[in-house]
């Protein structure tokens, strides 16, 4: 059975760290465009950050700086690595995999549709 499979998250102190993973098992993750969402109590999902194949990466700008995104192709895994965390940060997260979905006008591109979902995490940044 495909599926992601994620782990990590939790209850830390505003400024401090976390690290989130996300296993694949039936597929593997270098075929796909990747990403990390979250979504707060009363908001919509919203994209966190986004790697593509070749490396190239995207940041939501509320979390630029603060946040990175990466992957281990040995473990066929992906991580999101969280420092200076603020209340805002607060959500549920989620790790996806899909295809790229490019704007040739812009050059922009992003995860286009999802394939594999992960379960979800709770992080809660909280004193």
């Known amino acids: 059975q495909s599926q992601l499979v994620q782990s990590g998250g939790g209850l830390v102190q505003p400024g401090g760290s976390l690290r989130l993973s996300c296993a694949a098992s039936?597929?593997?993750?270098?075929?796909?465009?990747l990403g990390w969402f979250r979504q707060a109590p009363g908001r919509e999902r919203e994209v966190v950050s986004e790697?593509?194949?070749?490396?190239?990466?995207n940041y939501a700008d509320s979390v630029k700086g603060r946040y990175l995104i990466f992957r281990d192709n040995a473990k066929n895994t992906m991580y999101l690595q969280m420092r200076s965390l603020i209340p805002e940060d607060t959500a549920v997260y989620y790790c996806?995999?899909?295809?790229?979905?490019?704007?040739?006008?812009?050059?922009?591109w992003g995860l286009g549709h999802v394939a594999y979902w992960g379960q979800g995490t709770q992080v809660t940044v909280s004193s």
């Open positions: 790697i593509a194949p070749g490396g190239a990466t």
């Open positions: 996806a995999a899909g295809n790229m979905s490019i704007n040739y006008l812009t050059g922009e």
């Open positions: 039936g597929f593997v993750l270098d075929d796909y465009t």
